[in-house]
């Protein structure tokens, strides 16, 4: 089942039963087993998916997950998230994922390696020949990707690398940039306010949170809660943002000793704040908990985490939502500039990175709230129009329909 309703969008553009038909199913699922040894009698043993949606834009381009609980149904989801959200930017890449059903805290650096250059000894083939650019995704990061490139030698075949080889200034804070630049267009257009002196409290305190969570800081936003796996933390007052981070790491992750009331994830998302940023993990904002909502806005940092049906009850009750296929697009938006550099052996600093990604989402945005007010649809349906519109277009031109 795909997640955008092709039957509801086909009220607005015309989607040949052929297109359909491609658009339902991945083009390819690969289950695979990562059988390594970990010492001199120890054999780790685990399952890894890997989801090719849709390439008809590019190459398949995603990250590779390492979590316990990841499934060949998440990593096709993911990999099909990655298809709009592509499409919704222009960029020119398909939409692919991976997962590896492990849990990254319990491996220590060589093991990860160990399991990443299996991996790649599984999928040299799609990687050498371009097919599928992995990049860092949760559980993993620049470190591993590194070790992808060790085995391949071939720069613009991963992307999320370290600096040291052949990285991309910015990429780190990408995903982050996106989400503060979407939260600031919205505020201005649905809040008629700039981020100054607006509330706003994230969900998560992973890479994506910290780093939307300094440029809010730095744009004069009060940032009051944030949280991890295992709670939060909520000043009304607002949080000393980098004081937070380098205590909350310091500490092995931990909120202990700082400034403010302890607070669970589902309290996090029912605080009276002008902005909600969702950006730990998919599903935390059901039909059931949507009406104790009190934010005006809602940006989405984590992949997927508005459960269907829950849209009508936002709009319900006069929140807005920038979907995640646009709020978080930093990643593949820096992912593109990295890979582009790579091929033809180019430089670009930091703040030409952040520029490119205020750019490419300030010109999405627009064309979204462009479509949602010329259709009087909700900004996910106008995100998901404009993105199938440009696949289809591709798929002509392909002569795939």
């Known amino acids: 089942m795909p997640i955008i309703d092709l039957e509801g969008l086909s009220r607005y553009v015309d989607v040949p039963e052929p297109a359909r038909l491609l658009l339902e199913r991945p083009e390819k699922e690969v289950s695979l087993r990562l059988s390594v040894r970990t010492g001199a009698d120890q054999l780790l043993i685990t399952d890894c998916y890997v989801v090719f949606y849709n390439t008809a834009r590019g190459a398949a381009k995603g990250g590779i997950r390492m979590a316990p609980h990841v499934s060949l149904e998440e990593t096709g989801k993911l990999a099909e998230l990655m298809v709009w959200k592509t499409a919704l930017t222009h960029i020119p890449f398909g939409g692919g994922k991976s997962g590896i059903r492990l849990d990254p805290d319990e491996l220590d650096p060589f093991e990860k390696a160990v399991v990443l250059k299996e991996y790649v000894h599984l999928l040299k083939e799609d990687l050498l020949a371009g097919n599928y ?42 995903t982050g940039r996106s989400v503060f630049t979407s939260a600031r267009l919205a505020a201005e257009q649905v809040l008629e306010h700039p981020l100054k002196g607006l509330a706003v409290a994230i969900q998560g305190f992973g890479n994506v949170a910290t780093h939307a969570a300094l440029f809010l800081s730095e744009a004069g936003a009060r940032v009051v809660a944030v949280s991890g796996r295992k709670g939060g933390l909520y000043n009304d007052r607002g949080l000393d943002v980098a004081n937070t981070i380098e205590t909350y790491f310091a500490q092995g992750k931990s909120f202990d000793g700082l400034d403010g009331d302890a607070v669970s994830n589902e309290e996090l998302l029912t605080l009276p704040v002008d902005v909600l940023i969702p950006a730990a993990r998919g599903g935390v904002i059901t039909a059931e908990n949507a009406p104790g909502l009190r934010a005006r806005l809602i940006v989405e940092g984590a992949n997927d985490p508005v459960t269907p049906g829950t849209d009508a009850i936002l709009q319900e009750a006069g929140i807005a939502d920038v979907p995640d296929v646009l709020a978080n697009a930093g990643g593949v938006i820096a992912s593109y500039v990295e890979w582009r550099n790579a091929k033809s052996g180019s430089f670009t600093s930091k703040e030409e990175v952040y520029e490119f990604i205020d750019q ?11 479509t949602a007010e010329e259709k009087g649809v909700d900004w996910r349906t106008a995100s998901h129009l404009l993105a199938l519109e440009e696949v289809l277009t591709s798929m002509r031109e392909r002569a795939w329909i």
């Open 360 to 370: 490419i989402i300030e010109r999405s945005f627009q064309e979204v709230a462009a």
């Open 133 to 174: 650019i992995p990049a860092p995704d949760m559980g993993t990061g620049p470190r591993e990707m590194a070790v992808i490139y060790g085995e391949l030698h071939i720069p613009q075949a991963v992307t999320g690398k370290p600096l040291s080889v052949g990285g991309l200034p910015g990429r780190e804070e990408a």
